[in-house]
């Protein structure tokens, strides 16, 4: 599984590689997304030779709360175990730096996926920014 796949901390990404992922993954780019890593703690990039196949972001407080960010597999590379080990080498950055590491996820991925990476399912308090009131 992903036996091909190397990964790396932090690695310079251009934003033609990170849209390419995105637009695969999510059906969208997420424009300026560079200036996002100046307010992260790190982030977990996968690789197939060149080709950015995997990506996970992690936002920090400064303090004891990491925020695990945008996990994003190459949907033709899925269900390899990508997707696992761009969390478990974001956990393994975050260990000693701060208490807790979050993930926003809706109950599909948090019952599947992220408790299968140690996560535990908790309840949230959420606004929606985008609308008014």
Same mark, same amino acid.
């Given at each position: 599984?992903?036996?091909?796949?190397?990964?790396?901390?932090?690695?310079?990404?251009?934003?033609?590689?990170?849209?390419?992922?995105?637009?695969?993954?999510?059906?969208?780019?997420?424009?300026?997304?560079?200036?996002?890593?100046?307010?992260?703690?790190?982030?977990?990039?996968?690789?197939? =030779?060149?080709? &950015? *196949?995997?990506?996970?972001?992690? +936002?920090?407080? !400064?303090?004891?709360?990491?925020?695990?960010? $945008?996990?994003?597999?190459?949907?033709?590379?899925?269900?390899?175990?990508? =997707?696992?080990? &761009? *969390?478990?080498?974001?956990?393994? +950055?975050?260990? !000693?730096?701060?208490?807790?590491?979050?993930? $926003?996820?809706?109950?599909?991925?948090?019952?599947?996926?992220?408790?299968?990476?140690?996560?535990?399912?908790?309840?949230?308090?959420?606004?929606?920014?985008?609308?008014?009131?």
């Amino acid at each position: 599984m992903g036996a091909n796949v190397r990964y790396e901390l932090r690695p310079g990404l251009d934003s033609r590689q990170l849209d390419a992922l995105f637009a695969a993954a999510w059906g969208s780019t997420k424009p300026g997304y560079g200036a996002v890593f100046g307010h992260s703690f790190t982030w977990v990039a996968a690789w197939e =030779g060149d080709e &950015l *196949v995997g990506f996970v972001n992690v +936002a920090w407080d !400064g303090d004891a709360h990491f925020f695990l960010l $945008d996990t994003t597999v190459h949907p033709d590379r899925q269900r390899r175990g990508i =997707g696992r080990r &761009l *969390v478990d080498e974001a956990i393994a +950055a975050c260990r !000693g730096h701060g208490e807790w590491l979050h993930v $926003d996820a809706d109950a599909e991925l948090m019952t599947g996926f992220y408790e299968r990476c140690g996560f535990q399912p908790t309840p949230a308090g959420l606004i929606d920014l985008t609308r008014s009131g």
